[in-house]
């Protein structure tokens, strides 16, 4: 008798450790945060810590809500495949060679604003001494983007007949797009790939150095960072897109944007889906 008595206390106690375990682990998945997955091959982000922790405090204040930096794109795209936990703010570029080289089910909801536009041109410029394209063989071009990036805008601008001059320039990445202006100027680059917006401030700045620039190429309308989302959303990813998009209308939040280097975000329409191939 006391042994079945015995047996019945150890099964109630199993019974009582799997509802607790149960609890624990939907508790657990319940409060599991939304995540913000970022990367951006047009910027080079030095201090993704510091990136990390000023976008972690604002999102908390919100909810379960984190950001995660990725500093390179093998990282970025072997993590965020196949995750319905998080949207993914990247550059328009990427997201495009995404769709081409993986079968991944996410769709862009939402695009960068920058003084009042959501798209911006790329524009090579060089010291006076290289009064053409064929000059830049073997001479070092300044690019606030990381390498694949800036060599690819370089096809784009140059055609590939001229691929094999773009194959011998060497990168210098530089923080800012700004700072690939000056590397020209002081003799550490040969040419700038940079934004139109950062030439006006460089006249601004310093008008003589922009006088010594020559303009060699121009890119096409490019369509700037996007926020793309799971195929199959759920209320908090819904959530995290609404935070995302409302940003510059609180201040702490326009400060965070400027840390991306835009002014707010947007709705795509028809013309920013058409930049995207949609």
């Known amino acids: 008798m006391m042994k079945s008595f015995n047996k019945y206390l150890q099964r109630i106690a199993v019974c009582l450790l799997s509802c607790v375990i149960l609890l624990i682990s939907t508790s657990i998945f319940a409060n599991s945060p939304c995540t913000i997955y970022f990367y951006n091959p047009e910027t080079n982000i030095n201090n993704f810590a510091s990136l990390k922790v000023e976008f972690d405090k604002y999102l908390s204040s919100y909810g379960s809500f984190q950001f995660q930096p990725f500093s390179d794109s093998k990282s970025f795209e072997k993590f965020i495949a196949g995750r319905d936990d998080g949207v993914f703010l990247m550059s328009s570029w990427h997201f495009c060679q995404l769709k081409r080289k993986f079968p991944i089910d996410i769709q862009a909801r939402l695009v ?33 983007s990381n390498e694949d990036y800036t060599k690819n805008i370089l096809i784009q601008m140059l055609g590939e007949e001229k691929r094999d001059i773009i194959d011998s320039i060497e990168i210098l990445t530089v923080p800012k797009d700004i700072d690939a202006l000056m590397a020209v100027g002081y003799g550490m680059a040969d040419s700038a790939l940079t934004t139109e917006s950062s030439l006006a401030k460089l006249a601004a700045i310093n008008p003589k150095q922009c006088d010594f620039l020559r303009t060699l190429a121009r890119s096409k309308e490019i369509l700037l960072p996007i926020v793309a989302v799971p195929e199959q959303s759920d209320e908090n990813i819904e959530l995290l897109l609404t935070i995302i998009e409302k940003m510059e209308a609180v201040l702490d939040g326009k400060k965070k944007l400027r840390m991306l280097g835009m002014d707010g975000w947007k709705r795509l329409g028809k013309l920013e889906r058409k930049y995207l191939g949609e």
């Open 112 to 144: 960068g604003i920058s003084k009042g536009k959501s798209t911006h041109e790329k524009i090579l410029t060089s010291n006076n001494n290289i009064i053409n394209i064929d000059l830049l063989k073997g001479k070092t071009v300044a690019s606030s």
